[in-house]
């Protein structure tokens, strides 16, 4: 006799397997089409529109400047930050995160043709993480010290008790993560080649400008190469495919267990 229950199961598994799938073959376009063709020289951006690829080094823009990240104070040109916070419960504990955000300022790529501007609003930033782990108990550096006391989300983990022979230092482990592209540092951007005001007389400004656009599935901007920047988010579509595969067996079990 086949368990109403039972299916009722299977069928809530195999919808959330199948949005899996769904979530990995988004993450998998970008990376098909990144692999599937090659980055361009910068001259050759005038005389392009759509879909482009460019690799080089990351300049700021005189109008933009840079940005400022909140736990090493390092002048960048986009960067993403979160602190999380170990907490326990049971006989494990997982890391939570309590804060997170990010800026970013339009910037230059600059290859041995010449200069593009991009505009990386909306862009999805794949940039190496630097992490800074403050133990609970430990005083935090003082620029990590001024940002938890400007941020609401997230308490000093430096508290002590007094037990008269000493002091015991008690709280929970945290860790304030950045990634940002570095002024200098190796770009890659796939986005939207549109059109723009070329520089003065004599600059190696290309009259073009790289940003969001519906001709990309994915607007990306990486500190790494074109395989690396594939590599970083494969490795996400991946994960999301094994887990939507997974879900199905067993939403198949469930169904064979139950007639």
């Given amino acids: 006799m086949v ?18 799938l769904w979530q990995a073959y988004r993450e998998f376009r970008p990376v098909y089409h990144i692999l599937t063709n090659d980055p361009i020289s910068v001259r050759d951006l005038s005389t392009r529109s759509g879909p482009v690829e460019i690799e080089g080094t990351a300049r700021p823009t005189d109008d933009h400047g840079t940005v400022h990240t909140p736990f090493t104070d390092t002048d960048c040109l986009a960067f993403e930050y979160e602190t999380q916070e170990y907490q326990s419960h049971g006989q494990g504990g997982s890391w939570k995160t309590l804060d997170e955000g990010g800026a970013w300022v339009p910037f230059l790529v600059e290859d041995d043709t ?9 862009a999805e930033l794949h940039f190496e993480e630097h992490s800074l782990k403050v133990r609970g108990g430990d005083d935090p550096p003082d620029r990590i010290a001024e940002y938890i006391a400007q941020t609401d989300d997230v308490d000093p983990q430096d508290k002590s008790i007094d037990v008269v022979v000493t002091e015991l230092n008690y709280g929970n482990s945290q860790k304030f993560i950045e990634r940002r592209l570095d002024v200098g540092e ?15 007389w004599g600059s190696r400004l290309v009259d073009a400008e790289i940003a969001d656009g519906e001709a990309v599935p994915q607007f ?20 999301w495919l094994a887990f939507g595969l997974a879900l199905l067996v067993v939403a198949a079990l469930i169904v064979a267990v139950s007639v």
């Avoid at 010449?114 to 909306?122: E, F, L, S």
């Avoid at 190796?186 to 003065?200: I, K, L, N, Q, S």
């Fill in 114 to 122: 010449g200069m593009v501007r991009v505009d990386p609003a909306d």
């Fill in 186 to 200: 190796h770009v890659y951007v796939y986005g939207t080649a549109g059109r723009a005001p070329a520089g003065e």
């Fill in 3 to 20: 368990s109403a229950p039972l299916l009722a199961v299977a069928g809530a598994v195999a919808v959330g397997g199948v949005l899996a």
């Fill in 220 to 239: 990306v901007v990486s500190d790494t190469s074109e395989r690396g920047t594939a590599w970083r988010i494969g490795k996400g579509a991946l994960g």
